[in-house]
């Protein structure tokens, strides 16, 4: 099994700030398994923001590109979302994730809202 649990979210102000961090657990989880971050706004499909490799190698969602960055503590087993340039358009539910064989492992989720 692999827990995920996230925080960070908040409320922030168009142009803010904020670095989401999900920390993972479970006798399953894999230190340097990929990892990705998900979100997903009201009445929309839940869309892939950010992924980083076991290599560390990272990707972005074109909308968040130069804007996010996603990392990863092995040590503390914990991956970062950091987020600049808020938009009211990121707001959203955000989710980590990671897949252990055929199982897909989700977080709660954690609020963020950019808005005036």
């Known amino acids: 099994q692999v827990q995920l649990v996230e925080s960070g979210g908040g409320l922030v102000q168009p142009g803010g700030s904020l670095t989401l961090s999900c920390a993972a657990s479970g006798s399953s989880f894999v230190v340097d398994a990929a990892m990705y971050w998900y979100r997903q706004a009201p009445g929309k499909l839940r869309e892939l923001v950010a992924t980083i490799s076991s290599s560390g190698s990272t990707n972005y969602a074109d909308a968040v590109k130069g804007r996010f960055t996603i990392s990863r503590d092995n040590a503390k087993k914990t991956v970062y979302l950091q987020m600049n340039s808020l938009k009211p358009e990121d707001t959203a539910v955000y989710y980590c994730?990671?897949?252990?064989?055929?199982?897909?492992?989700w977080g709660q989720g954690t609020q963020v809202t950019v808005s005036s």
């Open positions: 994730n990671t897949i252990r064989g055929s199982a897909n492992y």
